[in-house]
């Protein structure tokens, strides 16, 4: 693989261990995927960030490298295993918030910013169409792709992190143009109308084509909140990290013959909405996976004025959108009705299995997936479902 005389610099160590460390992993990755050099990143979201992912292990390694290893370009976080404020009223034991925030430490001396969110996209690191970018959380890699056009593959958190460190990752996947026509056709019969039915097409999707590039026919419109839950759900139940949607995603116009066709219609839509429901009465509703963008905010608001929850409720969402919704007079009303705001992290993420809660009811396809793998039984509903079923009995 052919590395400019900057890049030799650095894989020989003249620019410390962490930087030689990160571009050893960088060249050894572009070797396995054949790239015939590194490329420029302008942005990079680092995942693997909560202490129940990482464990001891991955905490000794942010350690080594923060000690002489400096971020180069804008690099944020994934949310992490809790609050990073509010743990103790999260029921969070102190064992674990003391790793957690040890983990924060590091990344906090890596110069990398701790915006503890999945959707970067909304809280300040924003590419555009075109740019290259090196992003792990796997939501977020198929909005930015897909939504917005920029390119990354989906990295895991150590070459996440090598590009963080030496602001270059190797060009390969879908940084090239033509890993970006789709493979699959996706016949949409059935009727979207809200974002629940976006997750759950993702989610059959998802299963069907693998890390497949599926490409949709037949989707009249589509939300932000729509793209970002479709997003995720093709990213969990498979490994999707781009789609098109003709006619409203900025590459649909790409193409290929002969592609596969899968068709969705309501059969389809109503079977697997039925596969993602366990049994069982919900001791806890949480929201905003991947994290509520503020029209999420604005709508629980309005659903939760005058009311009271009576289940344990989160509403998971990064710093900056609940900082957008104080000013706009969401959040207030929110925390009124006794809803508890997650901010830095996600039912997903946390250790909810050891908080005590068996049936989670939720509105996004990826946590039920997620959930119910940690043990849990899941029950899958709408934004205004979720809602009535945290305040029933009020
Ligand atoms: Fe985000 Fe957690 Fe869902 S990281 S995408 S809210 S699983």
Redesign the pocket.
């Known amino acids: 693989m052919h590395l400019s005389k900057e890049e030799e610099a650095m894989f020989a160590g003249e620019q410390g261990r962490a930087t030689q460390k990160a571009m050893q992993i960088l060249v050894a990755l572009g070797k396995i995927y054949d790239a015939e050099r590194l490329i420029r990143v302008s942005s990079v979201q680092v995942s693997g960030v909560s202490y129940k992912n990482l464990g001891d292990a991955g905490l000794e390694f942010l350690n080594e490298l923060a000690r002489d290893g400096r971020a180069r370009v804008k690099t944020t976080l ?2 992490a295993g809790m609050s990073l404020t509010d743990w103790e009223s999260q029921g969070i034991a102190s064992g674990f918030a003391e790793k957690q925030l040890e983990v924060i430490g590091a990344y906090e001396k890596l110069g990398i910013e701790i915006s503890c969110t ?1 959707t970067p996209y909304l809280a300040g690191n924003e590419p555009v169409f075109g740019n290259h970018i090196a992003w792990g ?1 796997s ?1 977020a890699v198929a909005y930015a792709n897909s939504v917005i056009g920029a390119r990354t593959n989906r990295e895991g958190g150590p070459s996440a992190l090598a590009a963080s460190l030496t602001g270059r990752t190797p060009l390969y996947g879908l940084h090239l143009r033509e890993n970006r026509v789709p493979t699959v056709a996706v016949d949409v019969e059935a009727q979207l109308r809200r974002p629940e039915d976006f997750a759950t097409m993702g989610y059959f999707v998802g299963r069907a084509v693998k890390d497949g590039l599926p490409r949709f026919r037949g989707v009249k419109r589509a939300a932000l909140e729509d793209l970002k839950t479709l997003s ?1 759900a093709l990213a969990s139940s498979g490994g999707v990290a781009m789609f098109h949607i003709e006619g409203l995603t900025p590459e649909s116009a790409l193409r290929a013959k002969g592609l596969e066709t899968l068709t969705f219609t309501g059969k389809e839509l109503a079977e697997t909405r039925s596969m993602l429901n366990d049994d069982g009465t919900p001791d806890f509703v949480s929201v ?4 509520c963008s503020l029209t999420e905010l604005a709508t629980l608001a309005k659903l939760l004025s005058g009311r009271r929850v009576r289940r344990e409720f989160w509403v ?1 969402c990064s710093r900056e959108v609940k900082r957008q919704g104080d000013e706009a007079g969401h959040s207030r009303v929110i925390e009124k009705s006794g809803a508890k705001f997650a901010l830095d992290t ?1 039912m ?2 946390a250790p909810v299995e050891e908080l005590g809660f068996k049936v989670v009811a939720t509105n ?1 396809a ?2 039920c997936h ?1 959930v119910r793998n940690a043990g849990l039984k899941v029950r899958f509903m709408s934004l205004e479902q979720c809602v009535e079923e945290a305040t029933r009995g009020a």
């Open positions: 994934n949310p999945c959380e939501s995720a905003g996976c991947p994290h998971c996600c997903v993420v996004s990826k946590a997620y």
